[in-house]
C-alpha cells in the first residue's frame, strides 16, 4: 500500500524542523506494524518570509523587530527550544546570522524531486537544508553553500551548481507556492495525507500517527 504525504514548509521555519522529525517519528512507528507500505513525502514549497532580500538580512535584527525586542526575542526561542528537546531537536539560534531568502533551496528540493531521486535522498536533502541553517548556522541562501548540502547528500556537485547558476525552475518553484497559499495554507508546516486529510502544525508523532491512520482508512 502506498502512502502519499505532502509536507508543505520552508526550511526557515523552525516548527518545520521540528514537524518533520516528528512525521519521522510516526512514519517509523507505522512502518513497524505495517512494513508493507510505501510512504513518500513529496516537498511543497513555502515562502515564510516572501520578501526576504535574495542576499539575505542580518537574523536577529530581524526577530527583534518582528517579536519587538531581544527580551521577547529570547522568549520565542526559548520556547521552541523547549517544544523540541523531547524530541531530541537542538536548535542553535545563537549560530544563525543571515536571514536567508530560500528560493534557491526550495529550488533544490524541487530539482531533487523532479529527477526521480530515491525518498532517501530527497528526505536527506531538506534535512540537511534545515540542519545547515538551524544548527550549523550557515547560510542557505548561498549557493556555494548549497552546492555543498547538495554534494554531501549525493549530487554531483557540477550539475547542482550550473543548475543554481541558472533561472531553472524558478518560476516553477514560485508557482507552486503560490498555488499553495491560494489553496488557503497560510501557516506552515502542513500536511496532506493521501490528498484527502489534513493537518496543520507541529503535531506529535502520536497525532500525526493518528491522522495517517485515519487517511488509509
Not at 531537536?89 to 530539482?111: K, Q
Amino acid at each position: 500500500m502506498i502512502l502519499d504525504i505532502d509536507l508543505v514548509s520552508d526550511f526557515v521555519c523552525p516548527w518545520c524542523f521540528l514537524g518533520k522529525v516528528r512525521l519521522n517519528r510516526a512514519i517509523d512507528q507505522l512502518r513497524a506494524a505495517r512494513p508493507d507500505l510505501e510512504v513518500r513525502v513529496n516537498w511543497l514549497p513555502f515562502f515564510l518570509y516572501p520578501d526576504a532580500p535574495v542576499s539575505g538580512e542580518p537574523y536577529r535584527a530581524f526577530l527583534e523587530a518582528k517579536f519587538g525586542g531581544a527580551r521577547q526575542t529570547d522568549e520565542v526561542l526559548a520556547r521552541v527550544s523547549e517544544a523540541a528537546a523531547p524530541d531530541d531537536l537542538h536548535f542553535a539560534f545563537d549560530r544563525i546570522a543571515t536571514r536567508p531568502n530560500t528560493l534557491n533551496a526550495h529550488r533544490l528540493s524541487y530539482r531533487a524531486q523532479s529527477l526521480g531521486q530515491t525518498q532517501q535522498r530527497v528526505g536527506a536533502l531538506g534535512e540537511a537544508l534545515f540542519a545547515a541553517h538551524f544548527q550549523q548556522g550557515r547560510d542557505i541562501g548561498d549557493v556555494d553553500t548549497l552546492v555543498d548540502i547538495a554534494t554531501a547528500t549525493g549530487d554531483n556537485k557540477d550539475a547542482v551548481r550550473a543548475y543554481l547558476d541558472s533561472d531553472a525552475d524558478t518560476a516553477t518553484v514560485k508557482r507552486m507556492a503560490a498555488q499553495v497559499r491560494n489553496q488557503g495554507i497560510s501557516g506552515v508546516p502542513f500536511f496532506i495525507i493521501n490528498r484527502k486529510l489534513a493537518v496543520s502544525g507541529a503535531q506529535s508523532a502520536t497525532a500525526l500517527g493518528a491522522a495517517i491512520l485515519q487517511a488509509l482508512g
